[in-house]
Nanobody
Framework: QVQLVESGGGLAQPGGSLRLSCAAS????????MGWYRQPPGKQRELVAT???????NYVDSVKGRFTISRDNAKNTMYLQMSSLKPEDTAVYYC????????????WGQGTQVTVSS
């Protein structure tokens, strides 16, 4: 059983920055493709960024150039550095772990709230 625990959410002003962390319960980055999702109020959850087992990264167009996904294998921790934040980035952010070739994540974190407001 994999456990994922997010931290680092909070309130930021437009144009500000936050860094989210996702601590995994074991050495899973070689097994699972990792991702960050977000769910804005009243909307569906969407995929924001991915970090594959092979080390490739991908981003949804709306965050390209502003968000950076990374991981620290020694700490079993994944990060999402968010810069130039906009009010539309307000959402609950979730980290996920998905086995290769599976359509949906196998494991989710509990979520962390990010609010961008002046």
């Amino acid at each position: 059983q994999v456990q994922l625990v997010e931290s680092g959410g909070g309130l930021a002003q437009p144009g500000g920055s936050l860094r989210l962390s996702c601590a995994a319960s074991g050495t899973i980055f070689s097994i699972y493709d990792m991702g960050w999702y977000r769910q804005p109020p009243g909307k569906q959850r969407e995929l924001v960024a991915t970090f594959t087992r092979g080390g490739s990264t991908n981003y949804v167009d709306s965050v390209k150039g502003r968000f950076t996904i990374s991981r620290d294998n020694a700490k079993n921790t994944m990060y999402l550095q968010m810069s130039s934040l906009k009010p539309e980035d307000t959402a609950v952010y979730y980290c996920s772990a998905r086995r290769a070739y599976m359509p949906y994540p196998d494991y989710w974190g509990q979520g962390t709230q990010v609010t961008v407001s002046s």
